[in-house]
């Protein structure tokens, strides 16, 4: 009897087109999730003075945070989702291993991160037009891409860095969600928790450190080299989580 | 003959319960066994074992030479099916046949469709909307299509009506029969597919209880038929494995390790001696109490 | 927010509308695919694309009024509040300074029965010149260290014969829209971050009018927002 005998990276290439089309609602979700951080771009950043009765200042700041903090959200919702239990049956529906399986789950969260960061530097000018239709006279205090054309390739490689990163930490929780009999992601909240108090009562400030050990680089090769690492531990706890764990359990 | 599957003193089990205790069978290429079983005896771990799915506790479990836990090799020659084979909700049916058609290296796509024509599936609609006896249908459709060499169907039949069970295993024997592949397949309506079957694996009590063809399976035991003291003149109380009255004449369940005389003997006194069904020998094997569910009401 | 609103609103209807349609004209049962979330994804980068080269066309270059920096100026804001003592108001910078010729008496009139929106001082000289010296000094308007206070109009105090009238304050409303790049995206590109989470810092400082009188100029009228100056 002739047997197959695939090549991983033939199975790899196969899986991933399987998520691909499977998770496409991801980017129907990302696209929604734009659509409602306009809201916050225009209004949130607004304030009023009112000094006396004769005066009034309005300041309007037009930025795309809203929209990089909803992408961020949307990435770590995403990363639980693809290591969940039904996408884990799901995978195995079909011919895969479990390598293959997170490989393809890596690879489909970098496409997406391209895909998301290239939307989101695309928002940045798209909103400035539709602040140039909003104001009558509008101050754009960042440099434009006419101006810049440089800083876009530098902007994308960030956004797609704590994309990616948020993916993975996401990832990372989902794969502790299928084990202890699913409390498992509630262990790793607590135990991380434990952690975090811990720090906080000997004075040190774990969140704090953690966000700025990235936030306050300025370097980009130690970014790249920083983001790597995480993401590399973060994907080899996930697949160490789940190498020995049973698929269509119930 | 190439052996598919091979079992050597494999035990499974989950914290202080065990399922198998040290099982051992071989299952040789291109045959259609049944493996059947009382609920909860661990017909599905098993099947999920060779699947790849769930890994042996101790003992040697190969899969193509192989021990299927995470293997590629076992996981491309193979396909699991039972009802609750879970697919992306978001897709539709055509959807996943084009799946199946890039994974399985011997996927019959014009089969599959001809199929899903037949029991009348819309391949445009979503899985999430199909009834659990069409998802079942659809299931099934996808593991006949796949032909790999190894097919495991898990009670598949789980919500098909009557006359789509029929047209599944007549689906199943001609395909079989026209491309040979390992086919292992389990249900609870024994009586339904021992027309199919070739062998039987029967799992009984943490272990391997019979496993031969069909026929040593029906020829495992014999019904007897007529009057009880008549009977008795021939064969002990210790012999009968189960009893059922009809009227003036029981029917008796024996093993049948009758001598031609004593056979010879009872057909002169009238007792009618016949084969049972492959189904009637799998319960007769599985009994746990003498007698049988009248005596409850007794 | 208006604005906004009416986008959102207009997309989701926009969407509901083609989806009815959708499923109306081809006459096939409309099924959201991959191939459908992917249209539309891309579709989405390639609208925003649009309107990226859009707006680099129409306004390729980034500009910034040049409101002046006045990072010393809170130091002399009392905020909310008007100058409590004459020697706190900053007389730097007068607006304009004025001399009246006045017999022996000044009459006050405001314009309005409330508070003008400026503090009016008055202090005597030593002598009786009958010159009445008006200094009037800018109000303050600041907004995290932009002076905004040129922006403001004046309404002067009219004078005539022995009288002087004190208008209203016309009402300074200013609109300030910017737009500013995300820090995250701005971490590495060396541009400036304008922190917004640090929020808005302001303050204020009414128009000061300060009237220089004759030793022994007798006033009267309406005194209620005058303050005099004993030292």
């Known amino acids: 009897m002739y047997l197959n005998e695939p090549r991983q990276l033939d199975i790899l290439k196969q899986q991933l087109r399987f998520k691909l089309n499977s998770n496409a609602s991801a980017f129907t979700i990302l696209i929604a999730f734009q659509l409602f951080a306009l809201l916050f771009s225009f209004s949130s950043s607004s304030s009023s003075h009112y000094f006396d009765e004769t005066s009034y200042i309005s300041i309007n700041a037009v930025t795309s945070t809203p929209h990089i903090t909803f992408m961020i959200a949307w990435a770590f919702f995403i990363g639980v989702r693809l290591a969940n239990q039904s996408k884990w049956n799901e995978a195995f529906s079909f011919v895969s291993t479990r390598l293959t399986h997170h490989l393809s789950n890596l690879l489909f969260m970098l496409l997406a991160s391209f895909l998301a960061g290239f939307m989101v530097i695309l928002i940045g000018p798209a909103l400035r037009l539709l602040a140039n239709l909003r104001y009558e006279e509008i101050d754009t205090l960042t440099s434009t891409i006419t101006e810049a054309p440089l800083h876009l390739p530098l902007q994308f490689i960030t956004v797609v860095c704590y994309t990616l990163l948020l993916f993975m930490i996401g990832y990372m929780m989902g794969s502790f969600s299928q084990t202890l009999n699913g409390y498992g992601g509630l262990v790793m909240i607590f135990f991380l928790s434990i952690i975090f108090f811990i720090t906080f009562i000997l004075g040190f400030q774990m969140i704090g450190a953690s966000i700025l050990f990235l936030f306050n680089e300025s370097y980009l090769p130690f970014f790249l080299i920083k983001i790597i690492g995480l993401c590399t531990i973060l994907f080899a706890i996930s697949t160490l989580v789940t190498s020995h764990l049973e698929v269509r359990k119930s | ?298 | ?231």
């Open chain 2, 1 to 298: 003959m190439m052996t598919i599957i091979e079992c050597k003193n494999v035990t499974k089990s989950y914290r202080s319960k065990t399922i198998f205790n040290e099982l051992n069978f071989t299952i040789k290429e291109n045959s259609l066994t049944g493996i059947i079983g009382r609920n909860g005896v661990g017909k599905t771990t098993l099947m999920k074992m060779i699947a790849g799915f769930v890994q042996e506790s101790s003992g040697s479990f190969e899969v193509f030479s192989e021990r299927p836990f995470n293997s590629l090799k076992v996981s491309s020659n193979s396909i699991f099916v039972d009802d609750l084979m879970p697919f992306p909700q978001s897709m539709t049916m055509n959807d996943i046949l084009n799946e199946c058609r890039r994974f399985y290296f011997r996927w019959d796509h014009d089969l599959a469709l001809r199929l899903m024509n037949y029991f009348s599936l819309h391949p445009q609609l979503k899985i999430r909307v199909l009834s659990k006896g069409k998802r079942s249908t659809f299931n099934a459709i996808i593991g006949i299509s796949s032909r790999s060499p190894l097919t495991i169907f898990d009670e598949p039949t789980t919500g098909m009506d009557a006359v789509v069970r029929k047209d599944f295993y007549r689906a199943l024997l001609k395909d079989y029969i026209a491309h040979p592949r390992t086919i292992l397949l389990s249900s609870h309506h024994v009586e339904e597919i021992e027309h199919l079957l070739e062998d039987v694996l029967l799992i009984d009590n943490h272990k391997v209880l019979f496993h031969d063809s069909i026929t040593a399976l029906q020829e495992t035991f014999l019904h007897i038929t007529g009057k009880e003291q008549l009977i008795l003149k021939h064969i002990s109380r210790e012999d009968i494995i189960a009893t059922k009255e009809t009227g003036p004449y029981v029917i008796l369940t024996v093993k049948n390790q009758l001598t031609d005389d004593t056979l010879e003997a009872m057909r002169k006194d009238n007792i009618r001696i016949s084969p049972i069904s492959a189904n009637e020998a799998y319960v007769a094997l599985t009994q746990r109490t003498k007698g049988g569910i009248d005596d409850v009401f007794k």
């Open chain 3, 1 to 231: 927010m208006i604005f906004t609103t009416l986008l959102l609103s207009t997309l989701i209807i926009v969407l509901v509308i083609g989806i009815f349609f959708s499923s109306k004209l081809t006459g096939k049962f409309f099924n959201i695919t991959s191939k459908v979330h992917y249209t539309i994804a891309f579709s989405f980068i390639a609208l925003l694309f649009i309107m990226t080269i859009i707006v680099e066309v129409l306004f390729p270059s980034s500009e910034v009024r040049q409101l002046p920096l006045n990072e010393n100026a809170f130091d002399d804001v009392v905020i909310g509040s008007s100058a409590e003592k004459i020697d706190s108001i900053d007389e730097s910078e007068p607006v304009t300074k004025r001399t009246h010729e006045i017999e022996n008496q000044l009459t006050i009139y405001h314009d309005d029965a409330d508070y003008s929106g400026a503090d009016i001082w008055i202090e005597r000289k030593d002598v009786n010149d009958g010159i009445v010296e008006e200094y009037i000094t800018k109000p303050l308007y600041m907004v995290n260290n932009h002076d905004l206070s040129n922006e403001v109009d004046i309404a002067l105090p009219e004078w005539q014969g022995n009288a002087v009238t004190f208008s209203k304050q016309p009402t300074f409303e200013f609109n300030f829209a910017y737009y500013t790049g995300s820090f995250i995206l701005n971490q590495f590109t060396g541009e400036e971050n304008y922190d917004l989470f640090s929020g808005f810092s302001s303050g204020s400082r009414p128009m000061t009018i300060r009237l220089i009188v004759p030793k022994d100029l007798k006033i009267d009228g309406d005194l209620e927002y005058v303050s005099f100056d004993e030292d």
